[in-house]
């Protein structure tokens, strides 16, 4: 989609609002809503966005003895800058639009603690070094059942597992349990939209309580790697 097609898709979306997240320290995404006068303000120049994210881990921790950021800055924002070619919908909050951004320095040159920043500056130092670099992913994430809440309650301990005892690779397991994960499989494309994440390829069941992993098509292109 052009620039102009995404931003009238954003003007006309009746929720009037996006979605925009940055990569903190450890590659978690870290976003918040904006309305749509807000982004429209700063599509094309720079928004002001925590640089804590840069000074604590992913329970919110903050780190200590760090220099870039801490309370002797006093965390102050840091220039981000939205990469509209991340547009996305999100499918489950009735197509809302949504963007990644990049930090930038004073200068407005690529922030040298942003990890999407450090991925493309490898990307490219592979391309100038006569490589051409491919990105793919696989996750694997636990299965248990319990809530938010009841997980907390157990202090995140002795969690009871989605099935008891072990099978790796199972195919009934998937076939009884796993109904999100048949939903990940679904084709999310819709004729004229871009997708949302990258087509999932395989999943498997394996012993519990490890992990359930998904592969995701690779990618040439950096960003869709980020996403």
Known sequence: MSVKEILDYVKSHPSGKVKIAFTDIDGVLRGKYMSVDKFLSVAESTTGFCDVIFGWDMGDHAYEKIQYTGWHTGYP???GKLDLATFRKIPWE???AFFLGDFVDQNNQPCDVCPRQLLKKIANDAL?????????????WYNFSETP???QQKLYRNLTPLTPGMFGYSILRSSLKMQSAR?????RTRPGEETWW?????TCFLDQPVP???SYERHDDPDRAQE
């Open 198 to 202: 990258c087509e999932m390829v395989g």
């Open 128 to 140: 100038n070094a006569g490589y051409k670099p491919v990105f793919s992913q696989e996750f694997e």
């Open 212 to 214: 359930w992993p998904a």
């Open 183 to 187: 939903d990940e499989h679904r084709d």
């Open 149 to 151: 809440e009841s997980a």
């Open 94 to 96: 009735d197509g809302v």
């Open 77 to 79: 924002d840091a220039a």
